[in-house]
């Protein structure tokens, strides 16, 4: 994304880091991700946005899809990938070759919408695996949980009207992207926090908004658009979470799983951009999903 973007290759550099130092590296399986293909995005993307993103593809340097959104000569590539590695997640948590997965992937994606690419996202890759799961395993009711400090607006975007999928989102507010405080409804459960919102109140949100939510829906599959920016050491973010946040509020999730879903999740990598804190709260997030 060029020099000193927060989006940069490093943050998967020190999530990798931390499972090593964590020791749980090689207690866990290992997948390289397939690139989605053209149907898969556009059963979420308009066809047309798709194409303008594969001519945009440039061959040396840098073009902007939006201000805060760049693309090199690998980009495309990473991003048919990161969209890929969801899908190709929902394949393998219904064959039962694995209980549930984390996608380590970037860019982002829940800031894309059905025809825009947006604050570091061009694909929504966490969509693209929602609608793979309801598309080729005829599931009924999925439900995807974003704890990023961004209101995860490219997803509400594609599902707004789609009652097979429910959105739990918490975010700053006011805050980028500046939506969702109005825009919820029955399936759509948007919970804005204040800056500088501690674990008490997140935890808060989460049991008095998300959960009996999720207990009306009866998820069949839950997915999870794992933001860690709410970091109080991600300085982008402004709230105050801790680790220990993250910890609970995914064993909270594995909980409705458990109940619904037969345990099935798949939670693929968002925001996050204070390196270490990145590292610390994803190595938490995966040994509670791997129950290390």
């Known amino acids: 994304m060029g020099a000193d973007h927060p989006e940069c290759p490093e943050r998967l550099h020190a999530i990798n880091d931390q499972l090593i130092a964590s020791g749980i590296l090689d207690h866990l ?16 993307h308009n066809p047309e946005y798709v194409e303008w993103v594969f001519k945009q593809a440039p061959e040396a340097g840098l073009i902007q899809l939006d201000g805060d959104t760049s693309m090199n000569k690998y980009t495309l590539s990473a991003a ?40 570091f996202c061009i694909f929504n890759n966490v969509a693209v695996g929602a609608a793979h799961a309801i598309k080729h395993y005829h599931l009924q009711r999925v439900a995807i949980l974003d704890f990023d400090v961004h209101h995860g607006d490219g ?12 959105l739990c989102s918490t ?18 459960i948007n919970v804005p926090l204040a800056a500088r919102t501690t674990g008490t109140e997140f935890r808060e949100a989460i049991t ?16 999870i658009s794992a933001g860690f920016d709410a ?29 619904y879903a037969s345990g099935r999740i ?12 990145l590292g610390r709260c994803v190595m938490t997030h995966i040994k509670s999903l791997s129950e290390l």
């Not at 798949?266 to 951009?273: A, F, I, M």
Request: aromatic share 10%; with cysteine.
């Open 155 to 166: 997803t509400e975007n594609i599902f707004h009207d789609d009652p097979k999928v429910m």
């Open 80 to 119: 048919l990938h990161a969209a890929g590695a969801v899908a190709q997640a929902v394949d393998l948590v219904m064959s039962g070759q694995v209980e549930n997965a984390f996608c380590s992937i970037r860019p982002p994606g829940h800031h894309a919408g059905r025809a825009g690419a947006s604050g």
């Open 266 to 277: 798949v939670s693929t990598l968002e925001g996050g951009y204070s390196l270490h804190a």
């Open 208 to 223: 008095n908004h998300w959960l009996p939510a999720l207990d009306r829906f009866k998820p069949e599959f839950l997915f």
């Open 171 to 188: 975010f700053r507010h006011p805050f980028y992207p500046y939506k969702g405080a109005e825009s919820g409804n029955e399936h759509i």
């Open 231 to 259: 970091h109080y050491e991600d300085d982008m973010g402004g709230l105050a979470l801790k680790e220990a946040d993250y910890l609970w509020v995914t064993e909270a999730l594995k909980q409705v799983a458990k109940k």
């Open 29 to 44: 399986i290992h997948y390289d991700a397939k690139e989605a293909s053209k149907d898969q995005l556009t059963s979420v």
